[in-house]
């Protein structure tokens, strides 16, 4: 037997790791644009949006 043993599953070339990261990223930037915006129009509309009859 080899010492070296090949890994199990998928191995990621580095330009594959890179584009993953890349894309993470976006995703993160994208879900925190979205976060600011839902804010900002809650503090626009008022507290009034949170004061609703049960």
Do not use: H, N, W, Y
């Amino acid at each position: 037997m080899d010492d070296k043993q090949k890994p199990d599953g998928i191995v990621l070339t580095e330009a594959q790791k890179k584009s993953r990261r890349e894309r993470s990223i976006a995703i993160a930037l994208a879900l925190g644009v979205l976060v600011v915006l839902f804010f900002a129009v809650t503090m626009v509309k008022g507290p009034g949006v949170l004061v609703r009859p049960m």
